[in-house]
Nanobody, 124 residues
């Protein structure tokens, strides 16, 4: 069983930064991938970024490349999504998710475990 708890959302002006956290509780996690999705009002939940369980083998959608970065704190078993140069179109509820896979995939249905979501609002 895997549990994911997110934190770190909030309100920020365009051009600002936020760091989201995803704390992972699991007996073993070395066969999982971790991903961040987001869902804006009236839109589908979309993949944003993902990595292997070590925080390596990262993959980002084009719209966030160069602005968002995934990392991992080994000691705390926590993953982070550092978001810089935020834009109003980044406004959404952000979710972390995990799947027992060896490579990152972008399909939402693959992910078995989800956090509760955290709101990110970017004002113009």
């Amino acid at each position: 069983q895997v549990q994911l708890v997110e934190s770190g959302g909030g309100l920020v002006q365009a051009g600002g930064s936020l760091r989201l956290s995803c704390a992972v509780s699991a007996r073993t996690f070395n066969t999982y991938i971790i991903a961040w999705f987001r869902q804006a009002p009236g839109k589908e939940r979309e993949f944003v970024a993902g990595s292997g369980w070590r925080g390596d083998s990262t993959y980002y959608v084009d719209s966030v490349k160069g602005r968002f970065t995934i990392s991992r704190d080994n000691a705390e078993n926590t993953y982070y999504l550092q978001m810089n140069s935020l834009k109003p179109e980044d406004t959404a509820v952000y979710y972390c998710a995990a799947a027992q896979r060896m490579t990152v995939v972008t399909y939402r249905t693959v992910y078995d475990y989800w956090g509760q979501g955290t709101q990110v609002t970017v004002s113009s």
